[in-house]
């Protein structure tokens, strides 16, 4: 329903121009005038959906043609071909005039309104207005103004009510009739409510909360949530508190942490909107959307649809208000490569992968230990503590340098640049120092082979490994082709 009030009140937007008034045109012309003032209705938009739109919120009074239709919209339908070469079908056309004039109806059978078509005047322009352009899109800001009106209604028939008649369903129930007349209207209307505000009701809990049976105020907790989502960016380490376990081994990307500001951000505002229009609006049509629409338009994207926000209100319920960690090898309890694999990528994980695969006709545990202590992780180590004493070599010139000026300054400068140099060396220098020093045995290589999904398995016949470029391979087929 609210996709159909969107098209009528496109279709209301393009009649306004001087261009589509006082005259007949067809159904498709109009669709078409539709998708190029509002390019983002997209592809499932089409003119049946149109027709549904005009008749749905239009109302029956378009083929009114007396003096009781003071819209100034009218509509005839008749089966004919359009100005468009379509196949031959039920065509419905429209004639939009100023409010109140009267239009002669058009005649029946062969001298239908199809021969007082003006389609072609149009000459193919379906822009906003002569003379422009550029192609103005108002859909967000009609779906805007239709929330916005919604609001004033639901806020208008409180104040008009002039009296009103109560009956409680029962002593315990939550369901209340309330019988509403307003203004000079002499039919009355039901409407059901809950008791109190909708915060009290069982769907705001499940909502929110997660069960209908929890005891905690949803307005409440909600106005928790908002102070947590609001310290995200408050402190450099805000985000923290909202990441399960404190991403205490720092396992989190700096674009982990940026999409997790992000949203937060946005989920802060869905919240915002719901503890203020909840009561009038719906949790993902009206409170989530308008947080999308909003967080867009100052560059926060870490979501587009609606029902990513509210994915993540659930996310934060079942996690204990807490969003698991990114990395789903992390919140799906898979355990992480060892630390020396981790950070040593390419001087180590990839050259005794490599090995491993040249060498798995015959690879076993001991060799594929005795590939990364006597050789690989040497190697990496040579690497490392040369970069290292470099950077120490320069460190201490520098501070030298400083000394000549000031002794003061001199001495707070190398205790930060000590500092720093600690934190650049830690991950590499400090590690890589514990597996030199302590080389991992059988059980630890073992480990580490099945982490990376090598296993024993018997020779069979689908087992293959092309050992033609192995060393004694090669080396006895060059003395056979010399002979």
Request: with cysteine.
């Amino acid at each position: 329903m609210k996709d159909l009030q969107l098209y009528f009140q496109c279709w209301v937007e393009v009649t306004k121009q001087n261009r589509y008034r006082d005259k007949w045109l067809t159904d498709e012309t109009y669709c078409r005038a539709i998708k190029a003032q509002f390019p983002s209705l997209g592809d499932s938009f089409n003119r049946g959906k149109l027709n549904r739109a005009i008749s749905v919120c239009g109302g029956s009074q378009l083929d009114d043609f007396s003096d009781g239709n003071k819209s100034g919209m009218f509509r005839r339908t008749a089966k004919g071909v359009d100005p468009f070469g379509s196949p031959r079908r039920s065509i419905s056309g429209y004639f939009i005039t100023t409010p109140g004039q009267v239009v002669e109806r058009p005649p029946e059978g062969k001298k239908s309104f199809l021969s007082l078509l003006q389609d072609d005047s149009l000459n193919e322009r379906y822009s906003v207005a002569r003379g422009v352009q550029e192609v103005i899109d108002l859909t967000l800001a009609i779906s805007t103004n239709q929330h916005a009106k919604r609001k004033a209604d639901f806020r208008e028939d409180d104040s008009m009510m002039d009296s009103t008649t109560e009956n409680t369903e029962n002593s315990s129930g939550m369901k209340k009739t309330k019988t509403i007349t307003c203004g000079s209207d002499p039919a009355p209307r039901i409407i059901e409510t809950t008791e109190g505000n909708y915060w009290d009701s069982p769907e705001a809990k499940k909502l929110f909360l997660g069960t209908a049976t929890d005891e905690r105020s949803v307005q409440e907790v909600i106005k928790q949530r908002i102070e947590r989502l609001q310290g995200v960016n408050r402190s450099p380490h805000g985000w923290k508190d909202l990441i399960e376990r404190h991403d205490v081994d720092n396992l989190c990307s700096p674009n982990d942490v940026f999409v997790i500001r992000q949203r937060c951000q946005i989920l802060c505002l869905a919240y915002m909107f719901a503890l203020e229009e909840m009561n009038s609006a719906k949790w993902v049509d009206d409170c989530c959307a308008q947080a999308i629409f909003v967080s867009n338009g100052m560059g926060v994207e870490a979501a587009t649809s609606k029902r990513t926000v509210a994915g993540w209100n659930i996310l934060l319920r079942a996690n204990q208000e807490h969003f698991p960690q990114p990395d789903p090898t992390i919140h799906k309890d898979k355990k992480p490569l060892p630390d020396l694999l981790e950070y040593f990528r390419e001087e180590i994980m990839s050259p005794w992968t490599d090995y491993c695969i040249g060498n798995l006709a015959d690879l076993t545990v001991e060799m594929a230990r005795n590939e990364l202590v006597t050789k690989i992780v040497p190697r990496c180590w040579e690497k490392v503590s040369s970069s290292a004493s470099v950077e120490s070599s320069s460190t201490s010139s520098n501070s030298t340098t400083n000394h000549q000026h000031t002794h003061e300054y001199t001495t707070s400068n190398l205790g930060s640049t000590n500092t720093d140099t600690s934190t650049s060396l830690k991950k590499e220098y400090v590690i890589l120092k514990g597996y030199v020093d302590n080389p991992i045995s059988w059980a630890t290589t073992r480990r580490w082979l099945q982490r990376l999904g090598y296993h024993y398995d018997l020779r069979k016949k689908t087992f293959f490994v092309d050992g033609h470029e192995r060393p004694n391979v090669v080396s006895t087929r060059n003395d056979f082709c010399s002979r």
